[in-house]
């Protein structure tokens, strides 16, 4: 019986080296409302790359073992979770630990994982659906008809951000490093995907839309691109950043922002309060897990990776190789 194990296996990250080693961890206990997971596979996200080098501050009271995401099954229950029963398939949102045989998440950020999905589809949903939709429609109200920006459409985030902003009849843009990537972008629906690094991302996307704005930029790239998309926004234009991994660009220019009456925002996912998390979890429940149970759409798998060599995972991710989400996989599925 799992519970009893005293340790369970993991992908730990070497202090010294910062690379990440098959290791051992303690059992993890479920709390109160919380689910013990038996883990099939765990999602690979930009962040957890860069809490590895010590380059993310992992909040406090937190695991600080890396992985925010799981796809498994539920070996027990801690006191007062509800809505599952032990064996049931479960995603689950997490704050750290995700990178390990067993893993605890709340129940309350928990979704049961529809029949059609594998374990490996479904360890992609938790972190980049909150994300895109916590964003994207509760933040920057993208309605259906308004157009999209986002870079990186091939990412983990991207290739989520398009299908899920195309099925709710948003116009998506996005841009890619590599005419293979672009094309990626464009079969899972995007109406304009750019080669970054060949062509002008705002020239392509103003000759495209003959005189209309963006509505809503979905950002991470940050400051080097902050002017042009100022310059591309519509009159009530959203920007909305979950990151900004250039630090350097040219001052904002208020003036813009004023002659358009724009709106910036940015959230982070992790540090968000609970109450504001399971908010989230109730409307990718209510507006998205329908579409992933009616195969509208389904979460693309670019490369599944045993966790021993979750070190590799994370190469493939660095050198830009993926197109869709890079999981870890668990156990003998
Ligand atoms: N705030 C939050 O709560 C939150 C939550 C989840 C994720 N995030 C952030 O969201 C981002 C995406 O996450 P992810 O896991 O999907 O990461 P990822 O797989 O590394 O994706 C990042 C993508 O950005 C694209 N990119 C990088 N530089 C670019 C540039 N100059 N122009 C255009 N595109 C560029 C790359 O596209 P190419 O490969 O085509 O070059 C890359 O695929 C990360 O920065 C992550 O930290 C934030």
Redesign the pocket.
């Known amino acids: 019986m799992p519970i009893s194990q005293a340790s369970c296996r993991a992908a730990v990250v070497d202090p010294a080296s910062r690379k990440l080693f098959p290791g051992e961890i303690s059992m993890p206990r479920p709390g109160e409302g919380e689910l013990l997971i038996e883990v099939a596979a765990a999602g690979?996200?930009?962040?957890d790359?860069?809490q590895k080098k010590g380059d993310y501050k992992v909040p406090a009271g937190v695991s600080p073992l890396l992985g925010?995401e799981v796809a498994g099954t539920v070996a027990a229950l801690g006191a007062g979770a509800t809505g599952y029963k032990p064996g049931d398939r479960v995603m689950a949102l997490m704050s750290g630990g995700a990178y390990a045989e067993y893993a605890v998440a709340r129940a309350d950020l928990s979704l049961p994982i529809p029949d059609r999905m594998s374990f490996d589809e479904a360890a992609a949903v938790p972190?980049?659906y909150?994300?895109v939709w916590?964003?994207v429609f509760m933040d920057a109200k993208l309605k259906p008809g308004e157009v999209l920006l986002v870079?990186?459409?091939?990412?983990?985030?991207?290739?989520?951000t398009i299908q899920i902003a195309k099925s709710m009849g948003a116009v998506v843009i996005t841009?890619?490093?590599?005419e293979e990537?672009?094309e990626f972008c464009r079969k899972l629906g995007a109406d304009l995907s750019i080669n970054?690094?060949e062509k002008d991302?705002e020239a392509e996307a103003a000759r495209f839309l003959e005189g209309r704005g963006v509505d809503v930029v979905f950002d991470?790239?940050g400051h080097?691109?902050l002017k042009k998309h100022l310059s591309l926004l519509a009159r009530k234009g959203r920007l909305v950043?979950?990151?900004s991994?250039?630090k350097e660009g040219p001052p904002i220019d208020l003036s813009m922002l004023m002659r358009k009456n724009l709106t910036i925002t940015?959230?982070?996912?992790?540090p968000?309060p609970l109450e504001e998390k399971i908010a989230i979890a109730g409307e990718v429940r209510r507006r998205l897990l329908p579409k992933l149970e009616s195969g509208e759409f389904t979460p693309i798998i670019s490369h599944r990776v045993p966790f021993a060599a979750a070190e590799e995972a994370h190469a493939v991710?660095?050198r830009?190789e993926?197109k869709g989400?890079?999981v870890l996989t668990f156990g003998s599925r």
């Open positions: 690979v996200n930009r962040v790359i860069d925010l972190e980049a909150f994300t916590s964003n870079h990186g459409g091939a990412s983990g985030v991207g290739s989520a841009t890619a490093r590599s990537k672009a970054y690094r991302f991470w790239i080097e691109y950043f979950i990151d991994r250039t940015g959230s982070l996912l992790r968000r991710v660095e830009g993926h989400k890079v």
